[in-house]
């Protein structure tokens, strides 16, 4: 088979362990030096803490820099500072500006050099390659044009493999787009590829036999359960991507083993809880990311040491069966979207899970919120899941329930107990279509709400 139709860069793709560390070592050097030359955080930062940016020398040296997080990009940026602290290069060097809300403040301000954007469409393309897109392929891209550089960075690596982009940004396009275009991939989220489905059947049309070939889901973390469904849906594979503006993109390879990362463009560690050193590959941590760059080259903003705030596990560092060399990661979840009972942690993903058991799906149409309350008595929680039914009337509330508990209280001992003796009370409610809180509310849904 011919290299170049397997990998976007075959020579950095399948590196050798060896020299990928040693490749990643040098930019790590070299990136250290660059931010504190050319970062105003950075220069003050090595200047009051005594430290040469020479002594910053391998991976391990980076435990000796401050962690930073949205907080610390917010409180050096107007209107708290004059300047912004993060910028790396001279105003007229910079192609684009970004900002990217968290959950509370300011807009994180994010600046782009064209360089930079070449690195980050190389991230995507080889993400595309490696789950068997090309030339001729036809992709629909939902993820929003806005501030945010994810579809943007699409649409540019796009270009570098000859595919064709068709940038509608969202995904309540109508299904006539399916049947003009005959796109052969969509960008979108689980929930708006199963709605988009459902709308095209009400139109006659059946998604496994579409012109669709592959799906990409990104932007937000899920259980298996929820892509298999996808996959039955539509009838094909669904790949996961994984990707933020400070300059994760991370994607699944067709052999679906977990998350390559990019290692050569960006470092990832995964800190403990405390965040005072790194967790043994195979457990569970934060991603702290770390800008890389070529050596020579420059950048709009440079992070050392970024908390983004989401957990993930390293599967391997081995060599993949697709051939690259490149690490795995799990599929990262976010912190923010993490609740703790009974010193018990679950994701929203958890949730998920247990709606999405394949049986439920005979009943359900996968949407659903939950919410949390505080008991009466102090220590008693309840967890009140809503689910929305195709038919609320006609729905095997038995076996959904049961489907659920299976699922979400496995492996969760401490809950499991809580749930038997009586102090964690989960109660079921049934909704017809559009009925959940949701709905109602303007922007991206809040699947689990803390009212405790
Ligand atoms: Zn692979």
Sequence with gaps: MNLKTKYYNPDIETMERGELDA?????????????AENSLFYKKW????????????S??????????????????????????????VDWKDVFTIHETS???????SFFLTWEDWERYAEKYARSFVSQGFGPGDRVIVCASYGMNVGANTMTLAARNIGMTIIPIGKCNFPPRVMTSYKPTSIVGSVFKLISLAKRMKVQGMDPTESSIERLIVGGESFPD???NYV???????VFNTYGSTEGT?????????????????????????????FVKDGECGRIVLTTLLPVGAKCGNVLLNYDTEDTTVVMDREKCSCGRTHMRVLNPQREAETFWIFETPFNRVDIEKGVFQRENM????????????????????????????????????????????????????????????GSLDIIFNYVGPGQLEFYHIKGRPKRIVDRR
């Design 46 to 57: 090595f200047l009051e803490h005594n430290i040469k940016p020479s002594d910053i020398q």
């Design 362 to 421: 005979e009943y359900l149409t996968g949407e659903y919120e939950a919410f949390l309350y505080g008991g009466e008595d102090e220590g008693e929680v309840t967890l009140r899941v809503s689910l929305e039914c195709e038919d609320a009337q006609n729905c095997n509330r038995q076996v959904i329930e049961a489907n659920f508990l299976g699922s979400f209280l496995k492996y969760k001992r401490a809950l499991e107990d809580a749930y038997i003796q």
């Design 59 to 88: 991976h391990e040296d980076l435990l000796e820099l401050p962690i930073i997080s949205g907080k610390t990009i917010r409180e050096n940026q107007p209107p708290e500072t004059v300047d912004f602290g993060f910028r790396a």
């Design 102 to 108: 968290g959950t509370s403040g300011t807009p994180k």
């Design 231 to 237: 996959a039955e849906v539509w009838g094909c594979d």
């Design 249 to 277: 993109m991370c994607g699944e390879c067709s052999h679906l083993k977990g998350l390559h990362v990019p290692e050569d463009l960006v470092h990832m560690d995964v800190y403990d809880p405390r965040m005072d050193g």
């Design 23 to 35: 490749l990643v070592e040098e930019r790590i050097k070299y990136t250290v030096n660059y931010a």
């Design 225 to 227: 359960e929820s892509r």
